[in-house]
């Protein structure tokens, strides 16, 4: 039986948490208890380069000091990467992603050499199959990127496409959206580096996991539009989303993983307390 309301708080171990991570986190807590349903913590530590276990251990440590208890076992990304892959390989076959060798620099001089408004995302095309063939040969690495024309091919369009938006978005867009994929380009799958890439590793999880409501900042607003078109060519469900505003600082900029002070775990060192933070934070 599947449980009718299942979230989570999927947290990225590359810096401490901030008061913008714990309104989030206790949103998507207070939302699962009303509903008497499941919040889950997930672990979104693909970037081998950037996360650390001090930081993971920082997340649990913050989490229980705010009060927050999560279904286990906790999730950890980089222990499914057979999961991406296989998913991965489920879009390859149909012909919807294709092989980028270009380097981060070779993207962007591309976006800027095109003509004025004509690309403010990156879209391409597989090589021709001998000059693929020939990189590869060469051992050149290469990053998996979605390809919207041969998405948009095998969906007819993306018209049909929508998601419930019971949040806002950063420009107050709320109940049936319209999804709109083409906002985020030929997006990387997988990473050169990893073998797989955010996009990806959430819209694979979320419906592994079983989420039915995504809650989180709306500066993912935007990603839901590409994890929609994922979902849909995967054969996923779409979960319910609820985007919630950013919580800024005293000098009205957005919290940020740079700065020090505002970290939960400098807040309860000066003697804050969790209920301090609610107040604050209206909940
Ligand atoms: N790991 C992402 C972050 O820390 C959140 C992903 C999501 O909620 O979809 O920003």
Redesign the pocket.
């Known amino acids: 039986m599947s449980a009718a309301f299942v979230t ?5 171990p ?1 810096g401490l948490l901030h008061r913008g ?1 714990a309104y ?1 986190a206790l949103l998507a807590y207070a939302a699962a208890q009303a509903a008497g349903e499941t919040f889950l913590l ?1 672990i ?1 530590d693909i970037d081998a380069t950037r996360a650390r276990p001090e930081f993971e251990a920082a997340i649990f440590e913050d989490l229980a000091w705010l009060g927050i208890t999560w279904r286990e076992p906790v999730r950890r990304q980089s222990e499914h990467l057979d999961d991406y892959e296989a998913a991965l390989a489920r879009l390859a076959a149909e012909g919807l992603v294709y092989r980028c060798f270009r380097t981060r620099k070779e993207v962007a001089q591309a976006m800027a050499s095109a003509p004025h408004g004509a690309m403010d995302t990156f879209r391409s095309a597989p090589l021709p199959a001998e000059e693929e063939a020939e990189r590869l040969a060469r051992g050149e690495r290469f990053a998996w990127r979605l390809s919207l024309k041969a998405a948009q091919a095998r969906l007819d369009g993306f018209e049909h496409l929508t998601f419930q938006e019971e949040g806002a978005g950063p420009n107050g867009e709320t109940g049936l959206i319209q999804a709109r994929p083409e906002l985020g380009g030929d997006v990387v799958l997988a990473r050169k580096d990893v073998g797989v890439a ?1 996009h990806l590793a ?1 819209v694979v999880d ?1 419906a592994l996991q079983g989420v039915t409501h ?4 709306c ?2 607003f935007e ?1 839901a539009h590409v ?1 929609r078109l994922l979902q849909a060519l995967l054969g996923l469900p779409t979960p319910v989303y609820r985007h919630h505003r950013l919580l800024a600082g005293p000098d009205g900029k957005r919290y940020a993983k740079r700065d020090r002070a505002e970290t939960l775990q400098a807040l309860r060192a000066a003697g804050v307390t969790p209920e301090q933070l609610r107040q604050e934070m209206g909940l």
């Open positions: 989570r708080f999927a947290p990225s590359t991570h989030s997930r979104e955010y959430v979320d995504v809650i989180r900042g500066d993912l990603a994890q």
